[in-house]
């Protein structure tokens, strides 16, 4: 097992994981400061586990984090589901998730998904409303789900459409990123609802805030929150990484 793991860290590795942790922190960090409610800080993270492998993956993930919370004081604590989600990714690597071709049915529910998500979070942007200090509010989901069902029939029509013509190698990639979301989800949980009480400074605080207005206790918010953000958030990292390694020479990926 040592040995495979010596293997991950070669030279052109230990250069690369510097730089991914540089894109995790300027994408992670501008998205916080857009307080936009996602996170886009994995994709670094991602592109090192698909290429180099889980333990590198995860070593990144977990660096990342921590040296961000030199700054960031809600990042550094959550160092544990980044190098999780680098684990992941590696494990999604090592099975040929960027790179098998992918069932059409697969590439089907991943569009149809990944275009409903997207959806939500338009329409949760669209009718937020801003209070006489400031502060900006979402409307409760289910209040969503209901004003505007033929919307969200018409996105997953939509995503479906893209999936099938668009993604017939892309379906692995979105299938993972959204298993990866899920775990992220959970695990990250109990540290936000209990350490910060559903506050991290990010623009997902709105998400949490939204679902507690609905009557939610403050670990059944957080864990809503990442029901609805982190699949969409690690599916989109998941598939960008793909788009990346599509356009990458073979001799690069293969040194």
Known sequence: MLENIKKEFTTRTLVFIPIAIAINIAIGELVVRLKLPVYLDSIGTVLVGAIAGPWAGALTGGLANLIWGLFNPYAAPFFYVAAVIGLLAGIAGKRGAFENETPRWLSVVVGA???????????????ATTDETGFTSYPAMADLFSSYSIVFIVAILIGAAIGYYL???GGYAGMWGLITGIVAAIISAPMAAYVFGGVTGAGTDLLVAAFRASGGNILSSVLAQGAVSDPFDKMLSFMVVWLILRSLPARFKAR
């Open 113 to 127: 998904v990944f275009v409903f998500s997207l959806t939500l979070f338009i329409l949760a942007f669209i009718n």
């Open 167 to 169: 993604l017939p190698k």
